[in-house]
Structure formats: C-alpha cells, structure tokens
C-alpha cells in the first residue's frame, strides 16, 4: 500500500538525521524502546518507512547506534573557576539530568551497542581530570570510574521508578538525589591530584 501525501507534506521540514533521530528519541521517550519501529517511525515523521532508510542505509541498527551517542556522548566543559571537582560535579549533575530524560535509552548505552559513542566524553572527562592536576594514569581510571558510576547509578534509579529496588521493607522510598550527590562525593574525593 503506497501512503499518500499529507496536505501538510509541502509544509513539514526536510527529513534530515537529525530529525529522525529526534522523533525516534521521542518515541523511546514516551512508548519505550520496544515501541520504536521503522513503521512508527515513518509514521510519526509523515513519511514512508522506506525513506529513512535514506539517511540511515544500516537501518534501525544505524538508528539505534545514532540514539545512543545523541544521548551518551556529553562531554565536560574545560575546568573553570570551580576547579576540576566543580566542573566534574556540575558535569555528572548534567549528564544523570540527561539519563533520567531518555531513560528508555540507556539499556542501549549500558550494553556494547556503540562504544565509540562514550569515547568523547571519557577523553573529556580524562582532560578535565588532567588540567586539574591529576597525573594521566589516575585521571584515565577515574574518568572511566566517574562515566561509569554515573550511568550504574542512573540505572538503579530507573529501576527504582519501576519498585525493583528497595531498602528494607517498612524503610522510606530511596532519596536518589541526595544518594547521587554523597555517592559522587564519595567518588571525586577518591581522586588525589598527584
């Protein structure tokens, strides 16, 4: 069955990756990942699935490995005057806020689907670490430490919002915030700057 044109197709933007990476984040953010197909995709973009396949040859593969570093690829702002600790804390402060967003996301980002993704922001992460004074060996291990802490952290949140993880019972819910802000304290105060 061939679709045919909406009286708004004159009026929609050109398909660009961009845009279809965009919708495809919308559906995994509002129906789940398990939601998103090239149909619905198509759908929801007022094109035909086959289109995408334009921007995208490797199809839901390619797209699958574009939505991860769209999410995962954050890297950290150069130290400024709040010191190595302070960026890297309003950087993990950021990049949980960005999890927490596309949440739906993250079983791709914590499985091997596109390391290279990461690669971006473990270098920044290993610079910030660097500038501040930390030797190249430590800030490498705590780079990678801090990336991983982060997106561990986030996916037992998520959970959480699901009532897979618990304290005790009759214990009050899980402040994930406040965890997160001690946790990362814990973390950076781990790192000695030579």
Known sequence: MVRQPSINAQNRPPLTTDR??????HIVDGQGLA???????????????MAIYHHLPRGKEQLLD?????????????????GWRGGLMAWAHAYRTRL????????????HRNPA???????????????????????????????GFVIGHVALEVRDTRG????????????????????LELVLAGVNPG
């Open 20 to 25: 279809i990476i965009e919708s495809a984040l």
């Open 66 to 82: 574009h939505l991860v570093a769209h999410v995962g690829a954050m890297p950290a702002d150069a130290p400024g005057g709040g």
């Open 100 to 111: 927490l967003d596309h949440a739906g996301v993250l079983p791709l980002l914590v499985t």
């Open 117 to 147: 993704a990461l690669a971006g922001t473990l270098a920044s992460l290993r610079e910030h670490l660097r500038l501040g004074g930390v030797p190249e060996r430590t800030a490498a291990v705590a780079a990678h430490s801090l990336l």
């Open 164 to 183: 897979d993880v618990r304290a005790e019972p009759g214990e009050p819910p899980v402040d994930w915030e406040a965890r997160f802000g001690a946790a």
């Open 35 to 49: 939601r998103l197909t090239m149909r619905r995709l198509g759908d929801a973009l007022e094109v035909e699935a």
